[in-house]
């Protein structure tokens, strides 16, 4: 489990804080990790953070295994082990390796002179006010967790994302600081290359839907006629057609445009209505059609295919166009691509670092503020 997870834990802490009425002061130091104090806010964000990766980890245990029981509260999850440890072990072990994780960003970034300009500030205060005023705050404030432990949070995600970029973005021109195992930019060309795919694509459904809002195929006729159509535009396009101009024929309006500078205007030097598709996409259907399309013999970047059929449910005419060789788009992806590089290296440099600092914990708030002491089910009703 990834960063992804993070976002969920910060809401599901709103459910844990509900049922941790206030016998302990606000902010008490549950961990010390080197120099650094783990408040009690902070710890509960990490371990509901643990929680989430326990629940998405049995989730894919369950569904892969037929003769497993799918749990149906929160507390059936404490039933199950995962990662070759009981849940309550794994998320324990997990909270404590994400506290040590905080301490470790909070060493590099300032051993590294690292700064959050005024924009990151404001941005992490507007976003942490937003969500506080949304629900979170209701939530948080009778339970001890403020605004400003809140926005803390927001604030280490920053600091990490800059210790990362420290370590494997260029050089910083102005300051001279990082760089210090830059990825070099034909890694970052040859992962677009292959992982990436650049595309207009106008899809023709081979489904309708009725009245009641249920759906069915198209019928045969249908379909070939929709093929041929789709074929005609194809071979519009390959004898110098626009494809804009064929895309508005086809469906009464222009083209999105997806690449777009807001003050100078497109710069990219293939079509702004081109659409990016990727491996790592949640849904990697159309990606991996049009993969396979590129990877074909014979195929050609900037030539019209129709692609697509009953298996996708429509057909594609579409247009590919070789992203790697325009600088907007590697320099739009150029971040992501650093991270499906580099996330797990980072991972283990901090764990590394981390192993050097000492380490300290009140046995008495553990215990106070484990998970399994908490009933998620009625807290969740409550929020509701």
């Given at each position: 489990?990834k ?26 130091t ?6 650094t104090?783990i408040?009690?806010?902070l710890?509960?964000?990490f ?5 989430s ?8 245990q369950v ?8 749990p149906?509260?929160?507390?059936d999850y404490f039933?199950?082990e995962?990662?070759?440890k009981?849940?309550?072990t794994f998320v ?5 390796a ?7 960003v909070?060493?590099l ?11 990151d ?6 976003y942490?006010?937003?969500y506080?005023e949304q629900?979170?705050g209701a ?5 001890g967790v403020?605004?400003a432990?809140?926005t ?12 990362f970029?420290y ?14 195992q830059?990825?070099?930019d ?5 992962k677009l290359?292959?992982d ?9 459904s081979?489904?309708?839907?009725g009245?009641?809002g ?13 093929k041929a159509k ?6 519009k ?9 064929i895309y508005?024929?086809y ?8 690449a777009v500078?807001?003050e ?5 030097i ?9 491996a790592g996409?949640?849904?990697a259907?159309?990606y ?6 590129r ?7 900037g030539?019209?295919?129709?692609l ?19 600088a907007?788009?590697?320099?739009q992806?150029?971040?992501?691509i650093?991270h499906e590089?580099k ?5 283990k ?5 981390g192993?050097?600092l ?10 106070y503020?484990?998970p ?13």
């Open positions: 489990m960063r992804s997870t993070r976002l969920i834990a910060l809401l599901l802490i709103a459910v844990m804080a509900l049922t941790l009425a206030g016998c302990h002061k606000k902010n008490e549950v961990m010390t990790v080197g120099d104090a408040p009690s806010g710890y509960l964000a371990q509901l953070e643990a929680y990766e326990l629940i998405g980890g049995v989730n894919e569904a892969e295994t037929s003769d497993a029981s799918q149906q509260n929160y507390a039933n199950f995962y990662e070759g009981k849940a309550e324990a072990d997990r909270t404590k994400l506290a040590i994780e905080y301490a470790v909070q060493d970034f300032a051993k590294y002179e690292l700064e959050l300009t005024k924009e500030s404001d941005y992490i205060d507007t942490a006010e937003y506080w629900n979170i939530m948080y404030e009778p339970n403020s605004l432990t809140y803390e949070l927001m604030s280490y995600q920053y600091k990490k994302s800059k210790v970029d370590y494997y973005d260029k050089k910083d021109e102005t300051t001279g600081k990082g760089g210090l830059t990825v070099a034909s890694e970052i060309i040859a290359a292959s990436y795919v650049l595309a207009d694509m106008m899809p023709g081979l489904t309708t839907t009245a009641d249920s759906t069915s195929s198209i019928t045969a006729d249908a379909k070939t006629q929709l789709f074929d005609a535009y194809a071979d396009l390959n004898k110098g057609g626009n494809y804009s101009e508005k024929e469906t009464g309006s222009a083209p999105q445009n997806t500078n807001t100078e205007g497109p710069n990219t293939y079509s702004a209505t081109a659409n990016v598709f990727s996409d949640s849904d259907t159309i991996n059609m049009l993969k396979t399309q990877d074909s013999d014979g195929f050609a970047y030539k019209a295919y129709v697509g059929g009953d298996t996708q449910g429509a057909y594609y005419l579409t247009m590919m166009y070789e992203i790697a060789k325009d907007y788009y590697v320099d992806y150029r971040s992501a650093l590089l996330d797990d290296e980072f991972d440099l901090l764990a590394d670092e192993a050097k000492t380490y300290s914990a009140s046995k008495g708030l553990l215990k503020y484990k399994t002491n908490i009933d998620f089910d009625a807290a969740t009703a409550a929020a509701q």
